[in-house]
């Protein structure tokens, strides 16, 4: 079957979920069971380097897309799909070649993908053109069964000398949360594993970024957040942004007992279950600790360019 590549138009939104979830069906929306999926694709920002569907002349099917965003300056990263019933026909390698080709052309000095896996006839696919290996972003499921004690855990922390607090309430409270928040943010990124880590060091999130995913947080009393002694030291929240402790604070069990206790306030809420990720020995240690159980990674490999 004959098909044809073209730039991607607006008549092509949505095409990209559309497909994803034809090839990743297990991602649907459980509404008691805050979710965030390594590999679900989509990654790309609003603005793209360039963007591509396959066609399907005769009923004008997209069969396939990809798209091609830079990272930073000359570190891009790529998505590709294609409609499982497409599948092994040509299709993957003409998008792949095409990208490859574009970045090329943008003076891309490194070409980022991503492959669950559970893929294999994916990562083979990528690894056959260059693609190597460089970390494991693991996925992580628990549901829960037993009701546990909220207050517990933050107890423990408290004998320690670690107060928490929620979001919501420093909001009203601190004039300088915001602040606080980013520099614990900044911190926390010492150690953090990186797919294509920077040669001049971890780059902060910008101030104006991280005040927008807060803005966005949803349940801030669901948010917490261990202090000592007024600093900030550690967050967590089972609805968006995860968990984070500072380096000096590290080793000390306030990132288990801070999720233990964002797990028993879910629960106390209603909700089910959580699904998260991450790339941190030391994260995946905690949530193995608390009854996550891993079930697949996401394989993010680099391409060099030059």
Same mark, same amino acid.
């Given at each position: 079957?004959?098909?044809?590549?073209?730039?991607? /138009?607006?008549?092509?939104?949505?095409?990209?979920?559309?497909?994803?979830?034809?090839?990743?069906? *297990?991602?649907?929306? $459980?509404?008691?069971?805050?979710?965030? =999926?390594?590999?679900?694709? +989509?990654?790309a920002p609003r603005e793209t380097?360039?963007?591509?569907?396959?066609?399907?002349?005769?009923?004008?099917?997209?069969?396939?897309?990809?798209? !091609?965003?830079?990272?930073?300056?000359?570190?891009?990263?790529? @998505?590709?799909?294609?409609?499982? *019933?497409?599948?092994?026909? %040509?299709?993957? /390698?003409? +998008?792949?070649?095409?990208?490859?080709? @574009?970045?090329?052309?943008?003076?891309?000095?490194?070409?980022?993908?991503?492959?669950?896996?559970?893929?294999?006839?994916? !990562?083979?696919?990528?690894?056959?053109?260059?693609?190597?290996? /460089?970390?494991?972003?693991?996925?992580?499921?628990?549901? =829960?069964?037993?009701?546990?004690?909220?207050?517990?855990? =933050?107890?423990?922390?408290?004998?320690?000398?670690?107060? &928490?607090?929620? +979001?919501?309430?420093?909001? *009203?409270?601190?004039?300088?949360?915001?602040?606080?928040?980013?520099?614990?943010?900044?911190?926390?990124?010492?150690?953090?594993?990186?797919?294509?880590?920077?040669? %001049?060091?971890p780059v902060p999130v910008p101030? $104006?970024?991280?005040?927008?995913?807060?803005?966005?947080?949803?349940?801030?009393?669901?948010?917490?957040?261990?202090?000592?002694?007024?600093?900030?030291?550690?967050?967590?929240?089972?609805?968006?942004?995860?968990?984070? &402790?500072?380096?000096?604070?590290?080793?000390?069990?306030?990132?288990?007992?801070?999720?233990?206790?964002?797990?028993?306030?879910?629960? %106390?809420?209603?909700?089910?279950?959580?699904? /998260?990720?991450?790339a941190s020995p030391g994260m995946?240690? &905690? !949530? *193995?600790? +608390?009854?996550?159980?891993?079930?697949?990674?996401?394989?993010?490999?680099?391409?060099?360019?030059?």
């Amino acid at each position: 079957m004959t098909y044809s590549l073209r730039s991607w /138009t607006d008549q092509d939104t949505g095409i990209d979920r559309d497909i994803s979830q034809t090839i990743y069906p *297990e991602y649907r929306e $459980e509404p008691r069971h805050p979710a965030w =999926f390594p590999a679900q694709q +989509l990654g790309a920002p609003r603005e793209t380097s360039s963007r591509y569907v396959v066609v399907e002349p005769r009923n004008d099917e997209r069969a396939a897309y990809a798209t !091609l965003w830079e990272l930073r300056p000359g570190r891009y990263r790529f @998505d590709l799909a294609v409609r499982p *019933e497409r599948q092994r026909q %040509g299709i993957a /390698t003409q +998008l792949l070649a095409r990208i490859i080709s @574009d970045a090329h052309a943008f003076g891309a000095t490194g070409l980022q993908a991503r492959v669950r896996d559970d893929k294999p006839s994916a !990562l083979e696919f990528v690894q056959r053109r260059g693609f190597e290996e /460089t970390h494991r972003m693991g996925a992580y499921r628990i549901d =829960f069964d037993t009701l546990s004690d909220l207050q517990e855990p =933050f107890a423990r922390l408290r004998e320690s000398g670690i107060e &928490v607090t929620t +979001l919501a309430t420093v909001r *009203e409270k601190d004039p300088h949360y915001l602040g606080q928040l980013h520099e614990l943010h900044s911190a926390a990124g010492e150690g953090w594993p990186d797919p294509d880590p920077d040669p %001049g060091g971890p780059v902060p999130v910008p101030f $104006e970024r991280l005040k927008l995913w807060l803005d966005k947080t949803q349940l801030p009393e669901a948010f917490f957040i261990a202090k000592h002694a007024q600093r900030y030291v550690a967050f967590t929240s089972l609805f968006g942004i995860g968990t984070a &402790v500072h380096p000096e604070y590290r080793r000390r069990r306030i990132a288990t007992l801070l999720k233990a206790g964002s797990i028993a306030d879910a629960q %106390g809420r209603g909700f089910q279950g959580q699904t /998260t990720c991450t790339a941190s020995p030391g994260m995946q240690t &905690v !949530l *193995e600790r +608390l009854g996550y159980r891993r079930i697949w990674s996401e394989i993010r490999l680099i391409r060099k360019m030059v």
